[in-house]
T-cell receptor, first 113, second 112 residues
């Protein structure tokens, strides 16, 4: 089955630690995205990538980093510089940037303890 | 310019009633307007989408109405059912330029 897999589903992090969220897709999509979801805030774009080895900052990139070494993988690192990292993180992909349906993963809920 | 404003924040509808969610945008370069449905703890899934060359699109009980001159679009859910209870997001994007911009969401509760 084609789709987007995010792991883990739940993640706990101590303050001051970096943590990496995994996102893998087997849809052969060029574009991949990371969104952050907070209650009442909708989905806010963190980073996006339209091609391997290229990525762009979104609206709230501070405290986050990404890589795109393979077409199917787009991991997100939440660094200790992110002041309020507790949130629901969603990865998505589409055939090309801004075109057609964006498919979402099931999300990772990150909690800072 | 990049914002999509969605209302209401929450909505309670009787079973069998019509649910209406509205969105407005400013950026005239937007030309793709999808609606996503999200259940708790899950990722959003595409429900229905429209491009500005049509004023209405219907898929089953779900209809998008689009008013290009007013820069507004809305989702109508006919014969609302308890299983429709979810959070709905409108979104917009200019073709081939930037990722989707999402509204803040509407939490719909359909009560029997």
């Amino acid at each position: 089955d084609g789709g987007i897999t995010q792991s883990p589903k739940y993640l706990f992090r101590k303050e001051g630690q970096n943590v990496t969220l995994s996102c893998e897709q087997n849809l052969n999509h060029d574009a991949m995205y990371w969104y952050r979801q907070d209650p009442g805030q909708g989905l806010r774009l963190i980073y996006y990538s339209q091609i391997v080895n290229d990525f762009q900052k979104g609206d709230i990139a501070e405290g986050y980093s990404v890589s795109r070494e393979k077409k199917e993988s787009f991991p997100l690192t939440v660094t200790s510089a992110q002041k309020n990292p507790t949130a629901f993180y969603l990865c998505a992909s589409s055939i090309r940037r801004g075109e057609g349906e964006a498919f979402f993963g099931q999300g990772t809920r990150l909690t800072v303890v | 310019q990049q914002q999509v404003k969605q209302s209401p924040q929450s909505l309670i509808v009787q079973k069998g009633g019509i649910s209406i969610i509205n969105c407005a945008y400013e950026n005239t370069a937007f030309d793709y307007f999808p609606w996503y449905q999200q259940f708790p703890g899950k990722g959003p899934a595409l429900l229905i989408a429209i491009r500005p060359d049509v004023s209405e699109k219907k898929e089953g009980r779900f209809t998008i109405s689009f008013n290009k001159s007013a820069k507004q679009f809305s989702l109508h859910i006919m014969d609302s059912q308890p299983g429709d209870s979810a959070t709905y997001f409108c979104a917009a994007a200019p073709s081939g330029n930037t990722p989707l911009v999402f509204g803040k969401g509407t939490r719909l509760s359909v009560i029997a």
